[in-house]
């Protein structure tokens, strides 16, 4: 079935470091959802990817949708220790579901 | 507007017992969710559920059932617990198949 990989599945950083996380599929992507899960939490929405090329920004928060529609990044500039969490992306396969990622988790060192 | 609602918190099982996790939304929306997040994995869905009265399988069923009566409600049911069912359940709810998922604050569940 439809299989999203995100990369890395780990990353620390420095308080004030840029982080990227990457989504790729070996399929066409319907859309992509960004949800961001704080330690011991629940996820939560961050933005919805529906164009090739398509790029989107929240403050510090970058997000892109490949030209191909197979893969996405979320890039946060100069990381703040409210960052911390695990990143999921999460396509919407148009078959009334989503497909997560295995998530990348951040730590940030203070 | 509570959102998602998930009860218990949190539950210890014995092996073969069963227990139903409650779920309820009080944003009218037509699509629930029931998913299980093993430690540091991702979110794998259980069952899904479309509108009142329609329930469907996700990637992982065996084990669970769910029902549908209300738009409301979509509880999930473990009929013998095991070990391997030990996960945090969050159920969610959309508006529709592609807009934002709302999650519920999870329960956290135990199996020995």
């Known amino acids: 079935g439809q299989q999203v990989m995100q990369i890395p599945q780990y990353q620390h950083v420095q308080e004030g470091e840029d982080f990227t996380t990457y989504c790729n599929s070996s399929t066409t992507l319907s859309n992509i959802q960004w949800y961001k899960q704080r330690p011991g939490g629940h996820p939560v929405f961050l933005i919805q990817?529906?164009?090739?090329?398509e790029v989107k920004k929240q403050k510090r928060l970058t997000f892109q949708f490949g030209e191909a529609k197979k893969n996405s990044s979320l890039h946060i500039t100069a990381t703040q220790t409210t960052d911390v969490g695990t990143y999921f992306c999460a396509d919407n396969t148009g078959a009334q579901k989503l497909v997560f990622g295995q998530g990348t988790r951040l730590t940030i060192n203070p | 507007n509570a959102g998602v609602t998930q009860t218990p918190k949190f539950r210890i099982l014995k092996i073969g017992q069963s227990m139903t996790l409650q779920c309820a939304q009080d944003?009218?929306?037509?699509?629930m969710y029931w998913y299980r997040q093993d430690p540091g994995m991702g979110l794998k869905l259980i069952y899904y559920s479309v509108g009142a009265g329609i329930t469907d399988k996700g990637e992982v069923p065996n084990g669970y059932n769910v029902s549908r009566s209300t738009t409301e409600d979509f509880p999930l049911r473990l009929e013998l617990a095991a070990p391997s069912q030990t996960s945090v359940y969050f159920c969610a709810s959309s508006y529709s198949q592609a807009s934002e998922q709302f999650f519920g604050p999870g329960t956290r569940l135990t199996v020995l």
């Open positions: 990817l529906v164009k090739s090329g």
């Open positions: 944003m009218n929306h037509n699509y």
